[in-house]
């Protein structure tokens, strides 16, 4: 089970904190992503870290937005110099297996999630 939190309404140039709980069957070496989609658009790989610690980001969030996770089960994405184009569901993601890392994240497709949150909603004005 995964569940996303901290979405909401920023101005362009501020920052939100992503959260999501993974609990019951996502093992700390599970490898996490964070994904997000906005009306009309394919959902997109943005960042992910897998079991070993190893991260990737999207050339569109790089250097503004960190993925990071603690044992106890949370994930979290720290977005910082937000942009209108930021705009997005943003959904939390699980690999099928523990131990089994993402492959580059310009090859990570939905299609090869295992587990999907229900999403939290960012929304950046200019």
């Known amino acids: 089970h995964l569940e996303e939190s901290g979405g909401g309404s920023v101005q362009a140039g501020g920052s939100l904190r992503l959260s999501c709980l993974a609990s019951?069957?996502?093992?700390?070496?599970?490898?996490m992503a964070w994904f997000r989609q906005s009306p009309g658009q394919e959902r997109e790989a943005i960042a992910f870290i897998n079991g070993d610690g190893t991260t990737d980001y999207a050339d569109s969030v790089k250097g503004r937005f960190d993925i990071s996770k603690e044992n106890a089960g949370f994930l979290y994405l720290e977005m910082n110099k937000l942009k209108p184009e930021d705009t997005a569901m943003y959904y939390c993601?699980?690999?099928?297996?523990?131990?089994?890392?993402?492959?580059?994240?310009?090859?990570?497709?939905?299609?090869?999630?295992?587990?999907w949150g229900r999403g939290t909603q960012v929304t950046v004005s200019s």
């Open positions: 993601a699980a690999g099928l297996r523990d131990g089994v890392n993402w492959p580059p994240i310009r090859q990570l497709a939905p299609g090869i999630v295992g587990y």
């Open positions: 019951g069957y996502i093992h700390s070496t599970r490898s």
